[in-house]
């Protein structure tokens, strides 16, 4: 198997991989329509009706609130810490908290960074990976200006970090190494120089990135800069607020130490979970410690060759050309507020209107149509368990050209198949969820 320094690949020739996530992005889209002096720099946390909060800024995450706090204890923390804590409360839409405001400013991010790395860059792809996450693939980009660099001292942002071997390098300290060192000779063969080269290129494109991302929509991000997708976004990770995190490979075995297993996309549930139990370890650089056989003696091949390649920093998915996601999905949790065919006809004819306008939108913005939709519904018998149950709605059957209905038809035809299905009287069970789901999209001219 591969060494723990493998995944650059050579470091002439790497991929440059950028994930650029925005920091507390609720926070910052509803602090944006209150743009208040006296907002700037307090503690903020946005919740739904209920008091449940959604997202918590890194100023008010210093204090302790997060999302698994409820709203009293988060007004507690602040006023134990003597501080004034700016609360803004998500207006419900159809029964649900909104998710037009977000989703909007999304949108602005996608137009924003399609507009930038088509006009300033060569080869870029960008990846929707969700409303507040995209990944960039500029290694192109890197190449043409690693080839047309002229030697001119470069310009390094102070929340610009670069993770050494040793340790983490920012400032002006930064700045002497950039300028100082690169552009490398041409007869250099330093693998490790030449890759922190590509890297250190790929934090140039970022900080000019970022910087237009907030003249255009006056949102922040983090970013993460490394050879993969998997390291790209651990770095995105290290230096938030606001950071801009270049990640080689010679920095691994010293940030493996501090890097929670849980915290490796892909090992956060009930594999990761397994993994700690099982060999008694918590960190990246404790499970990059274990050889593939002693993984594959306890999982199958596939799933010790995932935890092996990811603990030491190995990811060869791709960054996909990709502007947002495959499906539509809206639904909600219920919790015994459904006791009559009356009150599950009204809320599925809210979730009705909301899958239309959704799928309005995407016909309008997006350029493509569903072919069909599902309703899917858990729900449990009042004096049994709580099975799932799901019910489809599709073109080849019921709904052939399923783009074409109003909320009122697709609202009938779901309580036809949840009748059909369940062949009891509302009044008899338990429904918990409701969820209608859109796929198989096609483009439309």
């Known amino acids: 198997m591969a060494s723990s320094m493998d995944f650059n690949r050579g470091g002439s020739t790497c991929k440059v991989i950028t994930l650029i996530d925005m920091d507390s992005f609720e926070c910052q889209v509803w602090e944006r329509m209150f743009p208040a002096e006296e907002y700037w720099g307090r503690p903020c946390i946005v919740t739904d009706q209920t008091g449940r909060i ?16 409820r709203l009293g204890k988060a007004e507690r923390l602040a006023r134990r810490a003597g501080v004034d804590l700016k609360v803004f409360t998500k207006p419900n839409d159809r029964e649900k908290p909104d998710g037009k405001t977000v989703r909007y400013a999304s949108w602005e991010l996608v137009d924003a960074l399609k507009e930038y790395c088509e006009m300033y860059t060569f080869g870029t792809i960008m990846e929707y ?36 071997k040793h340790e983490k390098i920012s400032g002006d300290k930064l700045k002497y190494r950039i300028n100082g060192l690169y552009p490398l000779k041409d007869d250099n063969t330093d693998d490790g120089l030449l890759e922190e080269e590509r890297l250190v290129y790929g934090g140039l494109i970022m900080q000019d990135i970022n910087n237009f991302l907030f003249r255009k929509t006056k949102f ?20 938030k607020p606001n950071g801009i995190t270049m990640f080689p490979s010679c920095a691994l075995a010293r940030l493996s130490k501090e890097i929670s297993i849980s915290s490796i996309q892909g090992l956060g549930g009930k594999f990761g979970s397994q993994l700690q139990e099982i060999f008694a370890i918590q960190k990246m650089s404790q499970l990059a410690a274990l050889t593939f056989d002693d993984l594959e003696a306890v999982f199958d091949t596939e799933k010790a ?34 006791t009559s065919d009356e009150t599950l006809k009204y809320h599925l004819h ?37 099975p799932s149950k799901e019910s489809s709605l599709n073109g080849s059957s019921n709904f052939p050209n399923a783009g074409n209905l109003d909320a009122t038809q697709l609202c009938d035809k779901a309580l036809s198949a949840m009748f059909r299905d369940i062949k009891c009287s509302i009044s008899s069970v338990n429904i918990t969820r409701l969820c209608f789901t859109a796929g198989r999209f096609e483009n439309i001219r």
Not at 54 to 69: D, M
Not at 143 to 160: C, H
Not at 307 to 333: T, W
């Open 54 to 69: 959604v997202s918590a800024s890194s100023e008010a995450r210093a204090l302790g609130i997060s999302r698994s706090i």
């Open 129 to 164: 990976s969700s409303c507040d996450e995209f990944y960039l693939d500029i290694t192109e980009e890197v190449t043409l200006r690693m080839a047309l660099q002229d030697g001119d001292p470069v310009l390094i942002e102070s929340r610009t970090f670069l993770e050494g």
């Open 220 to 239: 922040k991000a983090s970013v993460g800069i490394g050879t993969n997708k998997l390291v790209a976004k651990l770095a995105c990770g290290i230096n």
């Open 305 to 338: 060759l995932l935890a092996y390649m990811k603990s030491h920093g190995q990811c060869d998915e791709p960054v996909s050309a990709k502007l947002q996601n495959e499906g539509v999905s809206c639904g909600k949790n219920f919790f015994g507020q459904i």
């Open 350 to 386: 809210c979730l009705s209107q909301e899958m239309i306008e959704r799928l309005e939108e995407e016909q309008s913005r997006h350029r493509r149509v569903t072919k069909f939709i599902r309703i899917q519904f858990t729900y449990s018998m009042k004096e049994e368990g709580s």
